[in-house]
């Protein structure tokens, strides 16, 4: 099997980009590589874009598909033919590019601009109901550092105010603290009393927003004020806006993902097993599922 050594590549306009000098990337005997850049329209890199690479000829299957890497570039070994690379990402439009692979080729397509998608990223300004019926709060913790606990708040309210400027809109979010779940009793009975959450004393969890910021396409930043066990910390939630649905009223989506420390909110309860593991991770990785209907 031989082996290519990507290089700098200068692309149109001048404009060149070093796609990892030092990589050796194995082609197959009768096949060839595919490689990008998937960016957007500011020039900044795009990662998690779905690339597929697509047959043109017989029964079009996809050879491959996968996502750009965190700098936002894509390489894929093929057998040698012609195809059509399909990138997409929400809050992007498609992108298409024909090409052709020979054998022991490398099929450099350079810097691809993904345009965004305005339609899908601008939900309708008003007030939406979260739908507690289908939204999840969720979160995981590691346990002795072998494996995780998954749980969720399964009572929760809360209203989205979109404004006319997204950048003004704001999210306010009452969970009952006493409807922790891991589907473990003697486990839930532990996070509710006074060692974690102190349901009695404090029987909410609360999350107000401060900020609402695009980044770019259909992903936000929203920074907030989270309350738990009486103590208030900042936190910023990742934010993928997923788009509008009609059913049972207007509804828009959106998943959310975040990381806590414990400490922070003096959740200070802690055993240790040998060599010092602790028993309950510090660090709480929070993932949210929320669907929202349009108040008319």
């Given amino acids: 099997m031989a082996l290519l050594r990507r290089r700098r590549r200068t692309l149109v306009g001048g404009e060149s980009f070093r796609d990892a000098d030092h990589a050796l990337l194995p082609i197959p005997p009768t096949g060839g590589l595919v490689s990008a850049h998937l960016r957007n329209v500011e020039g900044r890199p795009l990662p998690g874009v779905n690339v597929a690479v697509v047959e043109t000829e017989g029964l079009r299957r996809v050879v491959t598909e996968s996502p750009t890497d965190p700098f936002g570039f894509y390489t894929a070994a093929v057998p040698s033919g012609t195809y059509t690379l399909r990138a997409s990402l929400g809050g992007y439009r498609t992108l298409t590019r024909d090409l052709v692979v020979g054998r022991g080729d490398h099929a450099a397509l350079g810097a691809l601009t993904l345009s965004a998608d305005q339609g899908s990223t601008r939900p309708t300004p008003g007030e939406w109901v979260i739908d507690d019926a289908h939204s999840r709060l969720g979160f995981v913790a590691r346990h002795i550092a072998l494996s995780r606990v998954y749980g969720e708040f399964t009572r929760f309210r809360g ?96 998943t959310a993902t975040t990381s806590l420390h414990r400490e922070h909110f003096t959740l200070n309860w802690q055993q240790m097993v040998a060599r010092g593991i602790p028993v309950v991770g510090s660090t709480i990785q929070i993932h949210l599922d929320v669907q929202a209907v349009l108040q008319l």
């Fill in 159 to 254: 209203s989205i105010v979109i404004a006319e400027d997204l950048e003004d809109s704001s999210i306010d979010v009452v969970i009952d603290a006493a409807s922790i779940e891991t589907h473990n009793a003697q486990r839930d009975a532990h996070l509710r009393s006074q060692d974690f959450l102190a349901v009695d004393d404090h029987p909410q969890l609360q999350f107000s927003s401060t900020r609402f910021a695009v980044r770019a396409g259909n992903t936000w930043t929203i920074d907030g004020d989270l309350t738990i066990r009486g103590r208030t910390n900042d936190v910023r939630l990742e934010t993928t806006y997923l788009g509008t649905q009609t059913w049972n009223g207007t509804r828009v989506g959106a």
